[in-house]
């Protein structure tokens, strides 16, 4: 695979270059959604920190407020109330310069069907300000990054659930963002086909990018992630390291053997493996 | 202004590959001017009917037509698709302007409303109906049709971000057919009945339809066409600034 050349290790940040601030802050973060019968509180207080460098896992079942506030973070949805910085960029009065700063591939494979996929990487790529020429080698190379030179002039629309996962994520780095928000990004994909995502995401990683993941499969979370945060109801109920978590529920159950991921999703949510049967999935690596 | 282009030449892109939606722009417009003239031609026979300015009826009816076509806009069906798709939430995480977002669509359906008004007027012009003002009379109607485009585009765009829905949206579409028939369609405004006429004086349409009829039936007359352009410079002003609000308070 090609190398990109541009990193976001190599861009100044926002604050000067100290690289003291996190890439992810949030505190209080709350989503109410109101219509005319009621007021559904999506996520109700979050408090997030993630350090730059690091896989950040987003974790938690259906409807417990993952998108909604990966949606806050990337300023595609306004914040009720709270506060968050991306990048050391306050997202509510910042927006456009957080959008600079930041990768989105969000839960649907955002494409434009009727575009060829080497269309649509250099229209995203003119976008965020690269000239016709910038943008053409940009798309090369991560046509390259993700496997799909093959396919590059191809209708979008006949590509394989993988490939339009591949080229979404091609589409979040044309700017080498500082910070890549994926949600789910291997929902719905064959296990040959996440295993490919999962080893884009160390390469980037690997690259200086942050990389904010949400997902439903926990073995991708502890395969993938430096620390984790379960989300519930709207509510953090637990954040640290995998082996810490681990490590804290097997100390305070007074455990026998080392519990797994599922173990301490399932304890922090306060699911039995019945209940939670179709909420989360367990996948083979 | 470079991302709106961008974002123009796309939807463009996407226009050309899918022929199957424009065709019927072109095919239906076509189908009610042969049928009303059909219809009406012996009644107001061109040698004696003194609104037509010695022409046939077809050429009274034209406007109607190319309003019409220019009504058939498919850029809100694709803008419906794009937000189910979840690429239009990949545009809202770019830096560009929301109004890019907004007029990136508007200006290929100008495009596309230039082509299709000048396909139907040269086929107009083959079967014996002649644009009076000349030239430029009928770079002013095919710009006219465009603008009305851009208009009616601009107005089922709002229909798309308010409701997010394809059915909804396809509903909108249907509002045109009032304003296409609450305007002086088959007569002059002066032939028509008193609540008719009322009706059709507070219409809109009826000042861009009268401007087209002037265009074609007689010489450069701006009475008559300045109307039409203030018209759609104001709807075309007031759907820009609504879109652009929408997008702003998306969520």
Redesign the interface.
């Known amino acids: 695979m090609e190398d990109v050349t541009t990193s976001a290790e190599q861009r100044p940040s926002p604050n000067g270059g100290s690289g003291a601030s996190p890439a992810v802050q949030a505190a209080g973060l709350v989503k109410h959604y109101t219509s005319r019968n009621e007021t559904v509180e999506a996520v109700r207080g979050v408090d997030l920190r993630v350090e730059a460098g690091e896989v950040f896992g987003f974790l938690g079942p259906n409807g417990a407020g993952k998108s909604t506030t990966v949606?806050m973070l990337?300023?595609?949805?306004?914040i009720t109330s709270g506060s968050a910085t991306v990048a050391g960029v306050d997202v509510a009065s910042e927006p456009?310069?957080v959008?600079?700063r930041?990768g989105?591939a969000?839960?649907?494979?955002?494409?434009?069907?009727?575009?060829t996929g080497r269309?649509l990487l250099h229209?995203?790529a003119?976008?965020?300000?690269l000239s016709a020429h910038e943008a053409a080698e940009r798309t090369d190379q991560l046509l390259a990054l993700v496997e799909l030179e093959n396919a590059a002039d191809r209708?979008i629309k006949g590509y394989s659930g993988g490939m339009k996962r591949r080229l979404d994520l091609a589409?979040a780095l044309v700017h080498a963002p500082e910070v890549l928000f994926l949600d789910e990004p291997t929902t719905g994909l064959d296990p040959a086909s996440r295993l490919t995502v999962w080893d884009e995401v160390r390469r980037i990683n690997e690259r200086g990018t942050t990389v904010f993941l949400t997902t439903q499969y926990l073995e991708e979370a502890d395969q993938l992630c430096d620390r984790l945060a379960i989300i519930d109801d709207g509510r953090i109920v637990r954040d640290g390291t995998p082996a810490g978590l681990k490590a804290d529920l097997r100390e305070r159950r007074s455990l026998a053997r080392d519990p797994t991921l599922d173990d301490v999703f399932l304890d922090a949510t306060g699911r039995t493996r019945d209940r939670v049967a179709g909420e989360v999935q367990e996948v083979s690596g | 202004m470079t991302q709106a282009w961008l974002l123009g030449q796309r939807a463009l892109r996407e226009g050309l590959r899918t022929p199957d939606a424009l065709l019927p722009t072109l095919f239906i417009p076509l189908f009610f001017l042969v049928v009303n003239v059909g219809q009406a031609a012996k009644i107001f026979p061109g040698d004696t009917t003194a609104f037509l300015h010695g022409q046939g009826y077809g050429a009274f009816q034209l406007p109607s037509s190319l309003l019409l076509a220019a009504s058939f806009g498919t850029a809100a069906l694709f803008l419906v698709e794009e937000i189910e798709g979840g690429y239009f939430d990949k545009l809202r995480a770019t830096p560009i302007p929301r109004s890019a977002i907004v007029l990136g669509r508007l200006i290929a359906e100008s495009v596309k409303g230039l082509l299709i008004a000048t396909a139907l007027v040269v086929l107009g012009l083959i079967f014996g109906i002649s644009i009076a003002s000349g030239i430029a009379g009928f770079v002013l109607l095919v710009v006219l049709t465009a603008l009305w485009a851009v208009v009616f585009s601009g107005f089922m765009q709002l229909i798309a971000l308010k409701t997010r829905s394809a059915a909804a949206t396809n509903s909108g579409s249907l509002v045109f057919f009032p304003l296409l028939f609450l305007t002086p369609n088959f007569v002059p405004r002066d032939l028509l009945t008193r609540p008719m006429e009322i009706a059709a004086t507070f219409n809109p349409v009826t000042y861009v339809m009268e401007a087209m009829r002037s265009l074609i039936l007689e010489d450069l007359v701006w009475g008559d066409i300045l109307p039409g352009f203030a018209v759609v410079a104001v709807a075309g002003a007031a759907m820009l600034a609504l879109n652009v609000r929408i997008i702003e308070r998306y969520d």
Do not use: C, M, N
């Open positions: 949606k990337t300023t595609l949805l306004s456009d310069e959008r600079r930041i989105v969000l839960q649907e494979a955002g494409l434009a069907p009727r575009q269309e229209l995203q003119r976008l965020f300000g209708s589409t």
